[in-house]
């Protein structure tokens, strides 16, 4: 037993190390959120670019095409990140379903951590989402980041593509499901 928990603590710490050292900048804005700034971006085209890759992932499209959408999306790193969110995307689904994650405002997901959470599930199925959760979390970044470098956007623009994101799939949530409001609260559709 004891080895098994000690293989248990060393793969939760890889899988951090993995995400801290992948995901370069994006461990600073994690903790930090910024006000979106729309100003030196396409506003509408980066709205309809999340709206339909919202669309294609919610719908388990892994192969959407991505090559007329105002905004490019035509690197490696994004296709990935659209191909893997699409195949999580029914654990994601009977996460929000079962009420256990919400939709955060700055553009990712969390497990709502309370008492209920805790007697519904045991302890291997709340590893179990979290390491869904963090690889949903990683693959957003990648997605959001990846937008950035492709289009040679500034950084500060990362906010209002989180924001973007955030807004098409709060759209696509059924009744039930949960997400944080622009101020923070976290509610029900």
């Not at 296709?79 to 700055?106: M, P, W």
């Not at 593509?161 to 509610?187: E, N, V």
């Amino acid at each position: 037993m004891k080895g098994k928990f000690i293989f248990f603590i060393y793969t939760i710490i890889g899988v951090i190390s993995l995400i801290a050292f992948t995901s370069c900048g994006t461990l600073v804005h994690s903790f930090i959120r910024v006000k979106p700034d729309y100003t030196s971006l396409p506003q509408e085209d980066l709205l309809k670019t999340a709206q339909y890759i919202e669309e294609k992932i919610w719908a388990g499209e892994r192969e959407p095409d991505v090559s007329n959408l105002g905004i490019n999306l035509d690197t490696p790193q994004i296709k990935q990140a659209i191909r893997t969110r699409a195949v999580r995307h029914e654990l994601i689904k009977d996460l929000l379903d079962k009420g256990f994650v919400y939709e955060q405002n700055s553009g990712l997901i969390a497990i709502q951590r309370n008492s209920s959470y805790k007697k519904s599930t045991t302890r291997q199925q709340r590893d179990k989402n979290a390491l869904v959760v963090m690889g949903e979390n990683s693959d957003r970044w990648a997605l959001y980041e990846g937008i950035v470098k492709a289009n040679n956007y500034p950084p500060k623009s990362l906010s209002a593509i989180q924001d973007s994101f955030y807004r098409a799939r709060t759209q696509y949530l059924q009744q039930g499901h949960k997400y944080q409001t622009p101020d923070g609260k976290i509610t029900q559709k």
